[in-house]
Each structure stands twice: as structure tokens, then as C-alpha cells.
């Protein structure tokens, strides 16, 4: 009894670390001298927007040609 209660405990806390690793982060330079930091890759579109959900969860979008560089942020 007690080994499936340690084997149960053990699978949710391996399960807890994995989904945290499971998403990068962007950082987008624009033209301007910005940088805005992007949770997830951002998303091209065929109308010359970029698609990306910016680091408050809100989805946001901007012209392609205002972006100088899209870089991916190490992780620590």
C-alpha cells in the first residue's frame, strides 16, 4: 500500500517538473530599438503580420517588417 503511494507521489512530482520545462521564450527586436518578449514561438502569417502571445498571455500581432530579429531566450 505504502509503495503505490510513493510511486503515485513520485510520478506527479516528475510529471510537475516536466510541464514546466515545455515552453521557450522569444524575444522579438523591432526596427525601433524594442524588445518584447514572446511566450512560445511567434507565428508568421501569409497577410505580413506576426502572431505571438506576449508575456501577460495576451495575443498580440505586428507587421513582419517591423521586426529587425527573433532570438530564443535561453533558459537558466
Do not use: F, W
Amino acid at each position: 500500500m505504502k509503495n503505490a503511494l510513493l510511486i503515485s507521489i513520485a510520478a506527479v512530482v516528475a510529471l510537475s517538473a516536466l510541464t514546466g520545462c515545455t515552453r521557450t521564450s522569444y524575444a522579438i527586436h523591432t526596427n525601433d530599438g524594442r524588445t518584447i518578449v514572446a511566450d512560445g514561438k511567434p507565428q508568421d502569417a501569409e497577410t505580413g503580420l506576426l502572431g505571438y502571445t506576449d508575456a501577460n498571455g495576451v495575443k498580440q500581432q505586428m507587421n513582419k517588417s517591423d521586426v529587425k530579429e527573433i532570438s530564443e531566450i535561453p533558459k537558466k
